[in-house]
């Protein structure tokens, strides 16, 4: 028993070493499943949080590097790589929902599964036909908290732009 807990834990650490290696080098991918790796293990691994969600920041995957630093938010409150981190993705999003984000990476948003079943979803579809015909309608599909979530995500991922034009 005691063989396999520090197995686990000397894999934890090499995994996740060998992500923030990854990330200096800019092997993002690389770096997400070595955190992914950490993360089966220790789900409660706060730096593996952390790198994943560089990782995504660093591939424009903005909704999934938030998600990221909020998890580890979860776990450590204070830990400041994750606040920061956080801070630095709510940014971004900002400046892709005000129509200054760039293009790429609402593209690659769209090959996440969660994104796609949203857009797939055609209630979904007809409120977001309702919004752009309407933009106060917004305010009402925001008292649900279903729409509210699924809009919310669509947003951090550059899928909907908000503010002014």
Request: net charge neutral.
């Amino acid at each position: 028993m005691l063989r396999s807990l520090v197995g686990s834990e000397m894999c934890i650490r090499d995994s996740s070493n060998r992500a923030a290696a990854y990330l200096k080098l800019g092997a993002f991918s690389d770096a997400m499943t070595d955190c992914e790796k950490c993360l089966k293990i220790k789900p409660d691994f706060v730096k593996a949080h952390a790198r994943k969600a560089h990782a995504c920041f660093w591939t424009k995957q903005y909704n999934k590097a938030l998600q990221s630093y909020e998890d580890g938010l979860k776990i450590d409150a204070d830990n400041a790589e994750c606040k920061e981190g956080k801070m630095r993705t709510m940014a971004k999003i900002q400046e892709m929902a005000t129509g200054e984000g760039d293009e790429d990476a609402a593209q690659r948003a769209m090959s996440d599964p969660e994104i796609q079943s949203i857009m797939g979803d055609s209630y979904m579809q007809m409120v977001l036909g309702e919004m752009q015909k309407n933009p106060a309608r917004i305010n009402d599909y925001m008292q649900d908290p279903t729409i509210a979530a699924k809009i919310n995500k669509l947003i951090t991922a550059g899928i909907i732009r908000v503010g002014n034009k």
